[in-house]
């Protein structure tokens, strides 16, 4: 697995587990995890981790002994993850791409994903994995967002396209309209799965530091490497562009709402 959009490289895993980490993902960890704890799983694998912020909520909430295998295609990203944890705590870390996974058949009975599905450029394939390494009875839970309700994220990639009409960097589109449950739940049907469960989850968002958002949503991710290639606008003219657009449709502070699909099926 690897594209523009998935490369979370340098200075980025820092910027976004400090700029982005407790805006948009901190919340739903902790979702995450409660759901993860009460099917009380014996052997946990999580996919697409990142930095570590549903890790840490698992680790929080999981009975001490459970093992948790972590991986992430970006070493650089599980770098800062493992500074979360103490030694000694059960929690395994290994760089690893979630389309093929280093793991043998049946291996886990919990797989988690959130908010990673939808950087797989073949998510069928990816399906497959995850059918693979769970024994039967094996849950895998996994997110994505929902780029049906309007938020902070695409209004930020409107304006990314407005300061490049030609060739617009595509990272918010990617993370954003993944969000067909009809076409999802066919794809993991067809990779085996049965007994599919959705629930859709919101949550209200208010931003004071606004300039330190619109600083996080370009730094943070693969953006600012996507806007440096391109040319022509600096990746501080972005940040103002994107504060201006911001504070325009969502005031000062911001508020909007976010929401995700949270999918959960099972291994027969």
Same mark, same amino acid.
């Given at each position: ?19 982005? !980490?407790?805006? /948009?993902?901190? $919340?739903? =960890? ?5 759901? #993860? ?5 014996? @052997? ?106 309007? !938020?902070?994220? /695409?209004?930020? $990639?409107? =304006? ?5 009409? #030609? ?5 918010? @589109? ?95």
């Amino acid at each position: 697995m690897s594209t523009e959009h998935a490369q979370f490289t340098d200075d980025i895993p820092s910027a976004y587990d400090r700029g982005l !980490g407790p805006v /948009l993902f901190q $919340d739903y =960890a902790e979702h995450t995890a409660r759901h #993860v704890a009460r099917l009380v799983p014996r @052997r946990l694998l999580e996919t697409g981790a990142g930095t570590g912020i549903v890790t840490r909520r698992l680790r929080d909430v999981l009975p001490a002994t459970t093992p948790i295998v972590v991986t992430d295609l970006n070493a650089a990203m599980l770098e800062v993850a493992r500074t979360k944890f103490r030694p000694g705590e059960a929690v395994e870390f290994q760089t690893a791409d979630a389309m093929a996974l280093p793991f043998p058949d049946q291996s886990f009975d919990m797989l988690v994903c959130q908010f990673g599905v939808m950087f797989f450029p073949d998510k069928a394939k990816g399906y497959r994995e995850a059918y693979r390494v769970l024994a039967p009875g094996g849950r895998y839970l996994f997110s994505v967002w929902d780029g049906s309700v309007r !938020g902070a994220p /695409l209004a930020t $990639d409107d =304006a990314v396209r407005r300061l490049f009409p #030609v060739d617009p960097p595509q990272f918010y @589109r990617v993370t954003a309209f993944y969000n067909l449950i009809d076409p999802i739940k066919e794809a993991i049907t067809e990779a085996g799965f049965t007994g599919l469960r959705v629930e859709v989850v919101t949550r209200d968002t208010e931003v004071s530091d606004v300039a330190g958002f619109a600083h996080a949503l370009v730094y943070a991710n693969p953006l600012i490497d996507m806007i440096k290639r391109r040319g022509g606008v600096s990746a501080d003219e972005a940040v103002a562009a994107i504060a201006e657009a911001l504070i325009h449709e969502f005031g000062s502070p911001l508020r909007w709402r976010r929401q995700a699909i949270v999918f959960e099926v099972t291994r027969e």
